[in-house]
């Protein structure tokens, strides 16, 4: 199986920060890569797939890069509803695993 | 627009069998390139993925619950049904159901809005 890290786990930071959260596999996943928002008490959200694709309907400050193992989520300017916890994803193989979550939480 | 809603019991004991519905709308599960993933998130926790079924019924299991797990589709009802068997303490959770789109770069477009399944005596 390949497993996901994800860095940090927690993450304190004001509107309008730079904000860049890690995920790495295992081994190496190609760019088989998404990443997912969830707020409490709701159902995770498509952010990004395929390492760096902006799923439709997602403001343009939320961006991916990566390939291989080492990945990244970028929000450029933080805003007030960007307080969430997100989650990397691999579909490189079967299983498919999410990584164990950055909660980012206002500073 | 596409939506799926899980449905099933809210309570179980141990050892009994949960069975949860996923319906859902706007699109075909006999479409190629579509599937339907089951997810579920223990409070407070990670998500952890269940299995997946394919337009092609070409089904997916979690290793770690294969042996308890059992992925159907019903196309013309427009569900997907999961069953577990043994259902333990550990099983509760919030369980999702999602449209995965499955052709080339493979992800949970949309998901159900999830259903909290405790297990308990």
């Known amino acids: 199986d390949i497993q996901m890290t994800q860095s940090p786990s927690s993450l304190s930071a004001s509107v309008g920060d730079r904000v860049t959260i890690t995920c790495r596999a295992s081994?190496?996943?190609?760019?088989?890569l998404n990443w997912y928002q969830q707020k409490p008490g709701k159902a995770p959200k498509l952010l990004i797939y395929?390492?760096?694709s902006l799923q439709s309907g997602v403001p343009s400050r939320f961006s991916g890069s990566g390939s291989g193992t080492d990945f990244t989520l970028t929000i450029s300017s933080l805003q007030p509803e960007d307080f969430a916890t997100y989650y990397c994803q691999q579909s490189y193989s079967t299983p498919t695993r999410f990584g164990q979550g950055t909660k980012l939480e206002i500073k | 627009q596409i939506t799926l809603k899980e449905s099933g019991p809210t309570l179980v004991k141990p050892t009994q069998t949960l069975t949860l519905t996923c319906t859902f709308s706007?699109?075909?599960?006999?479409?190629?390139?579509?599937?339907v993933g089951w997810i579920r998130q223990p409070p407070g926790k990670a998500l952890e993925w269940l299995a997946l079924?394919?337009?092609?019924?070409?089904?997916r299991y979690s290793p770690s619950l294969k042996s308890r797990l059992t992925i159907t589709k019903d196309t013309s009802k427009n569900q997907v049904v999961l069953t577990m068997t043994n259902m333990d303490p550990v099983d509760t959770a919030t369980y999702y159901c999602?449209?995965?789109?499955?052709?080339?770069?493979?992800?949970?477009?949309?998901w159900g809005q999830g259903t909290l399944v405790t297990v308990s005596s």
């Open positions: 079924i394919y337009w092609d019924d070409d089904k």
């Open positions: 999602a449209h995965a789109f499955a052709a080339g770069p493979e992800y949970f477009q949309h």
């Open positions: 081994q190496s996943i190609s760019s088989y």
């Open positions: 706007g699109f075909s599960l006999s479409t190629s390139g579509v599937g």
């Open positions: 395929a390492a760096s």
